[in-house]
């Protein structure tokens, strides 16, 4: 038999809407500026109380880890916005879920070594502090 016809379906193609791209928005991502371990000690008040928090941020990545090692607890950050020179992430609380609640980390660079760190949670004391990168 004779060549085959492809449908004319096949080139037909409709534009695509300028709202709607076929690719995803590109993945928020830790700067390089930010990535690392970070460690330093956060206070709140009523109650008193002052923890060391580790932080690990990976650049490129969306994810991290914290830890509050006094408290027994630990989890995962997953960054939710980055602008500028400051991150905001989530804190899911996966190890120690009666000492530590989930909520919200902000990360605001104040130096090459130091970041101001904050935690917002509902119904609860803000805790906060400066953490400076570690070496490694």
Request: glycine content about 10%; some cysteine.
């Amino acid at each position: 038999h004779g060549p085959a016809r492809p449908s004319a379906a096949v080139h037909r193609s409709r534009p695509v809407p300028a709202t709607r791209t076929a690719s995803p928005t590109p993945a928020l991502a830790v700067p390089a500026a930010l990535a690392g371990s970070w460690t330093g000690t956060v206070r709140q008040t009523d109650p008193s109380l002052a923890v060391t928090v580790q932080i690990q941020l990976t650049a490129g990545s969306s994810a991290g880890t914290i830890s509050y090692p006094q408290l027994g607890c630990s989890g995962h950050l997953l960054l939710v916005s980055a602008a500028g020179s400051r991150l905001t992430l989530e804190q899911g609380i996966t190890s120690g879920q009666q000492s530590c609640n989930d909520g919200v980390v902000t990360l605001t660079e104040q130096s090459a070594s130091a970041v101001a760190f904050s935690f917002q949670r509902s119904g609860a004391p803000s805790p906060s502090g400066v953490l400076t990168k570690s070496a490694g």
